[in-house]
């Protein structure tokens, strides 16, 4: 389900407003796809923490894209919601254009190193690898997830 909701700094309604306009409606259509055994991921990026309640009761399957741009800090999330609700994302699109090998890589070893307490991670960035971006760093961060990114 992509459909943003957030900018960086704060959702794009107030919190009353989301819970009013957007959260019925958006826990309705998920309950509609899971009885038909469907799975859902529920896609924003930016500053989801205000609305993070109404998200999680949605009971969508999956949160993506837990956006570090918009202040979301995985050790954070996963300790407020990696018990409910399967997390995907948070290395740092913007470094991976960007930022510095060692910057986007850090941003890579931090979201793997919190996402994958316990069980309930995917390995992902933080919104699209989009058309321009080096192949070569994202080739290196599946290398990366390849060499640091399994479970024990």
């Known amino acids: 389900m992509c459909a943003d909701c957030c900018f960086n700094r704060d959702p794009f309604l107030r919190l009353e407003q989301f819970h009013e306009l957007v959260f019925p409606y958006l826990r309705t259509t998920i309950a509609a796809l899971r009885k038909l055994d469907m799975y859902v991921i529920k896609n924003t990026d930016g500053n989801i923490l205000p609305i993070l309640d109404d998200l999680l009761a949605s009971n969508s399957h999956a949160l993506h894209s837990l956006d570090p741009q918009g202040g979301i800090d995985m050790a954070d999330i996963k300790a407020r919601a990696g018990n409910q609700v399967c997390l995907i ?64």
């Open 89 to 152: 994302g948070n290395v740092n699109c913007g470094l991976l254009d960007t930022g510095s090998d060692e910057e986007y890589l850090a941003s890579a070893r931090y979201a793997l190193r919190h996402g994958m307490l316990d069980f309930g991670y995917i390995f992902s960035t933080s919104n699209c690898v989009y058309t321009g971006m080096r192949l070569s760093r994202y080739e290196r961060l599946l290398e990366l997830l390849r060499t640091e990114g399994r479970y024990g």
